[in-house]
Structures are given as structure tokens and as C-alpha cells.
């Protein structure tokens, strides 16, 4: 059998095992490893990669744990603000989301962007619009509610600052990458951003080459981290011409990256990456990260902490 692959995260931070009840972290870990076993036996099916990392993320969507669909944070007019990408490695097509609302699963929209519009991106009530055209589910206000979320912002709500997640720093994002069978890789990633964002702002996740990549060629990469460093330093796709260009290889260039690059200009996060020889790196320069990962050569796991 040819080799498959998938690792998948949760959100990089301050993610710290002394502010971790037993309890969390099995929720945290139970919901990791179930959308880790929802992603690979796309994979064992013989499905696409892009199939494997859509399901993988949708999973991740529905899960109110994490910062993306249905746990999505609020913005500072109470409403929620989802963005999220998908990326095929074998002909580099694309698709992104940014900025919508009420949509169940974003990259499931992001997917739809890159197979049935001539685009890359859609933003705000456009994408909505396109997603209602294709007759994609849609949830109330009431789905999306979460006591936790909420009382968040009030902590925030009239001040000018944002919080990238929970009130320890956690940058909640999820995202996964995958090798399928036929040997192509692929990369999706969703957020529902800043708690107490405004402006409509936009972080990495959606853009292709800042949060998410993928290029049979190199590499498939999944960011989590804070948004603005990520797109200043073009994380995912500097990845990719380090080892295109330079002959680094998936390991190095990852850590060279997040480790050097990013840390020296004050940028905390972290990523999953996978090659086509189903090498896969989940590294990151935060005290944690919300991370799994499984191999046909029997390389796996699920972790939280450094």
C-alpha cells in the first residue's frame, strides 16, 4: 500500500498543563483524536487529500472547543466572523473565505469557491451569497452562542485590545494537511479569528501563501498563530521556497521558520506541514499546540503541551 498521512491542529499558545484540568484535557484530546480518525479513513478509503483535510477540519468546525465554526469568537459588535482556506498540492487550485457569517463550515464554502467559482477569495456577504447560491447549510445565532465566548468579550468588550482566544493566549485556529494515496497533498485551514475584532478584520488563515499552502512540490502547511506576524513573513509559502529553492528540508525549513525567522520579529504560533514522502512536522514556538497526527508507517499521536 502507498503511503497516507494526515496531521491536524487545534490552535497554538500559552497553552500551559498547570491551567489544564484532567478533565479538559480529555475533551481536548477525545475531540483531536476523533477528527484525526475522521480524516484518515478518508485517507484509507483511497480518497483525495483534499476530501481527507476538508473532513478533517469540518470535524474541527463543529466541535465548540476550538476558535472555528461553531466555537468561533466574537467580534466586538457581538456577531462572529469566520475565515478559512483549502489548497490542492497537485495543481496548486484554491479556495478561501473571509469574513462570513452563519455559514456551519467555512471550508466546506472555502472548497466550493475552489470548485465552483472562477475565484480564490470571497469576502463578507459576497461569499455568503455564493454559499446560499450552492444551497450550503446555514445556522442561527443560537448554534453559534457560547457562554465562554461570550463572557470573553464582556471582559473586553469596551477596551481597544483583542484576545486571540482564551484568556491564557491561545490563538485559536484549526487546520489540517494530508497525503493521500495517489500521492498528492493538500492543506485547509479556518478561524473564527480575534475575540473583540473589529473592522472586519482579516488574519492569515484565508490567505494563500500566509496561513495555508500546499504544493506537491514541496509541501502542504496548516498555520495557527498571531495573523499579522504570519502574513508579514509569509509563513506557508516561505516554507516551501526554502525547500524548493534552497533544498532545506521539510524539518528544516519548518524550524528555521518558526524557530528563527518568526520568533526573531516577535511572531508566536505554530504549524503542521507534510511532504509527499509523508514526512510530517507539527512545530511551534508557543508553549503548546492542540496537535495530532497518524502515518501508515505507525507514527502517531495526539498532544497539547511542549
Given amino acids: ?24 484535557e480529555a475533551e481536548f484530546k477525545k475531540a483531536l483524536s476523533d477528527a484525526l ?28 472547543l476550538f476558535n ?4 468561533s469568537v466574537f467580534t466586538n459588535n ?10 490542492n498540492g497537485l495543481d496548486l487550485s484554491a479556495g478561501a473565505v473571509a469574513g462570513v457569517s452563519g ?11 475552489m470548485e465552483k467559482s472562477e475565484h480564490v477569495l470571497l469576502s ?29 468579550l464582556q471582559e473586553i468588550r469596551s477596551t481597544d485590545t483583542f484576545q486571540l482566544d482564551h484568556s491564557d493566549k ?12 495517489n500521492g498528492n497533498i493538500a492543506a485547509a485551514t479556518s478561524t473564527g479569528g480575534m475575540t473583540n475584532k473589529k473592522y472586519n478584520r482579516v488574519g492569515d488563515s484565508p490567505i494563500i501563501g500566509a496561513g495555508t499552502y500546499a504544493n506537491n512540490k ?18 506557508a509559502y516561505d516554507i516551501s521556497c526554502l525547500i524548493e529553492y534552497k533544498g532545506l528540508s521539510l524539518q528544516e525549513a519548518c524550524e528555521f521558520v518558526v524557530n528563527d525567522k518568526l520568533k526573531k520579529f516577535g511572531g508566536e504560533g505554530g504549524l503542521v506541514a507534510i511532504n509527499k514522502n509523508g514526512d510530517c512536522v507539527l512545530t511551534f514556538n508557543s508553549d503548546g499546540m492542540y496537535r495530532a497526527w497518524k502515518t501508515s508507517d505507525e507514527s502517531n499521536g495526539v498532544e497539547i503541551y511542549k
Fill in 170 to 181: 491561545k490563538f485559536g485556529t484549526v487546520g489540517a494537511v494530508a497525503l493521500d494515496s
Fill in 218 to 235: 514541496t509541501c502542504a502547511i496548516s498555520c495557527t498563530g498571531h495573523g499579522e506576524y504570519f502574513l508579514r513573513a509569509v509563513v
Fill in 124 to 152: 463578507g456577504e459576497g461569499a455568503s451569497q455564493f454559499a446560499k447560491q450552492l444551497d450550503l447549510e446555514f445556522e442561527n445565532e443560537k448554534y453559534f452562542f457560547n457562554q465562554f465566548r461570550f463572557d470573553q
Fill in 103 to 113: 455559514v456551519k463550515n467555512p471550508v466546506h464554502l472555502a472548497r466550493m469557491v
Fill in 1 to 24: 500500500m502507498k503511503k497516507i498521512a494526515l496531521a491536524l491542529h487545534g490552535g497554538a499558545g500559552t497553552i500551559l498543563r498547570s491551567s489544564m484540568t484532567p478533565e479538559k
Fill in 37 to 64: 480518525s475522521v480524516g484518515y479513513s478518508v485517507l484509507e478509503k483511497g480518497a483525495s487529500s483534499i476530501d481527507a483535510v476538508e473532513q478533517t477540519v469540518m470535524s474541527l468546525e463543529n466541535c465548540p
Fill in 78 to 87: 457581538g456577531t462572529h466572523e469566520m475565515d478559512a482556506a483549502i489548497m
Fill in 68 to 71: 472555528a465554526g461553531k466555537g
